[in-house]
């Protein structure tokens, strides 16, 4: 089945320790999203890949990076994780940007000690 | 400004239909998405809506009217597994006039026996 995958689903880390979580798809889908939902949030948009083209948000902290290698991987790189980043982080891919619909992998919990 | 509002709890009883209200303010629209997520997992798509109208997917059809920025999604014949939070998205247009998905808080249903 055409899915959305990320690894790990449990992520520890140290105050400050980087990180990367990461994401693939075999939809074949243009557009990748990373997305941070914290408890009882809506998701909040970080940045988005149109196929090589990176997209980031106005207020996405500069500790937040992405790099995306080929169509079916993505990753986001947290360079000094502070206690406030701890939330579930979403990878989300679309054909498109336009009216397309997002399809969600199952996420990853991150936890910041 | 963006807004999205919804209810933020509702309670039924299984076998029962309910209805979960979407109100928004956005600029400019570009099509209104339903998602479904159980506590801890990723959100799922359950509808799109662009045009006015009903559309209708087995035990869930969604709702829309433009003219009064509304939608409304109704579960029919409530299963205890509905039990989850239902987000409501509108893609309208950020600042730099890009297309973008404004996420409502979301509505946490707890189906009852």
């Known amino acids: 089945d055409a899915m959305v995958i990320q690894n790990p689903r449990y992520q520890v880390t140290q105050f400050g320790k980087p990180v990367t979580l990461s994401c693939s798809q075999t939809?074949?889908?243009?557009?990748m999203y990373w997305y941070q939902q914290k408890s009882s949030q809506a998701p909040k948009l970080l940045f988005h890949?149109?196929?090589?083209?990176?997209?980031n948000e106005a207020d996405t902290p500069d500790n937040f990076q992405s790099r995306r290698p080929n169509t079916s991987f993505c990753f986001l790189d947290i360079r000094s994780p502070g206690l406030g980043d701890a939330a579930m982080y979403l990878c989300a891919t679309s054909r498109d940007t336009r009216a397309d619909t997002q399809y969600f992998g199952p996420g990853t919990r991150l936890t910041v000690l | 400004g963006q807004n999205i509002d919804q209810p933020t709890e509702m309670t039924a009883t299984e076998g029962a239909i309910v209805q979960i209200n979407c109100t928004y303010q956005?600029?400019?629209?570009?099509?209104l998405f339903w998602y479904q997520q159980h506590a801890g997992e990723a959100p799922t798509f359950l509808s799109y809506?662009?045009l006015d109208g009903l559309e209708e997917k087995g035990r869930f059809s969604s709702f829309l009217s433009r003219s009064k920025g509304y939608s409304y999604l109704l579960l029919k014949e409530l299963q205890m597994k509905d039990s989850a939070s239902y987000l409501c998205a509108v893609r309208a247009y950020n600042a730099g006039n890009n297309r973008k998905l404004i996420w409502g808080l979301g509505t946490s249903l707890a189906v009852n026996p």
């Open positions: 956005t600029s400019g629209f570009n099509g």
């Open positions: 809506n662009v």
């Open positions: 890949y149109y196929d090589k083209d990176f997209n």
């Open positions: 939809l074949n889908h243009n557009v």
